[in-house]
């Protein structure tokens, strides 16, 4: 059973950086494709950024594309996902999410996640 933890989130104004972290108990990432999602209070959640097995290669919504980074440390079973120029409609509980996987692909689907992460709430103020 895999486990994942977030931080990092919090109350931030409009034009502020945060960092959310996702700490993994896995024996290595590198068995693992990674995914940040969000859910704004009455919306479904929604694809923000992914990560592949290897770390290699990222894929972003086209609504943070240019705002947001997804990275890892592997020697600490972290995952990252760096938020910048934050506005108000980034605001939602932020999830973590892995799946195990021989392939190279970054994983858009929510439905295609085996584990997922309690959340993270992001509030921006405007």
């Known amino acids: 059973q895999v486990h994942l933890v977030e931080s990092g989130g919090g109350l931030v104004q409009a034009g502020d950086s945060l960092t959310l972290s996702c700490a993994a108990s896995?024996?290595?990432?590198?068995?693992?494709?990674m995914g940040w999602f969000r859910q704004a209070p009455g919306k479904d959640r929604e694809f923000v950024a992914a990560?592949?097995?290897?770390?290699?290669?990222?894929s972003y919504a086209d609504s943070v594309k240019g705002r947001v980074a997804i990275s890892r440390d592997s020697g600490k079973n972290t995952v990252y996902l760096q938020l910048s120029s934050l506005k108000a409609e980034d605001t939602a509980v932020y999830y973590c999410?892995?799946?195990?996987?021989?392939?190279?692909?970054?994983?858009?689907?929510?439905?295609?996640?085996?584990?997922w992460g309690q959340g993270t709430q992001v509030t921006v103020s405007s």
């Open positions: 999410a892995a799946r195990e996987t021989s392939t190279t692909t970054t994983f858009r689907s929510e439905f295609v996640y085996e584990y």
């Open positions: 896995v024996r290595t990432l590198s068995s693992y494709a």
């Open positions: 990560l592949n097995r290897w770390g290699g290669s990222t």
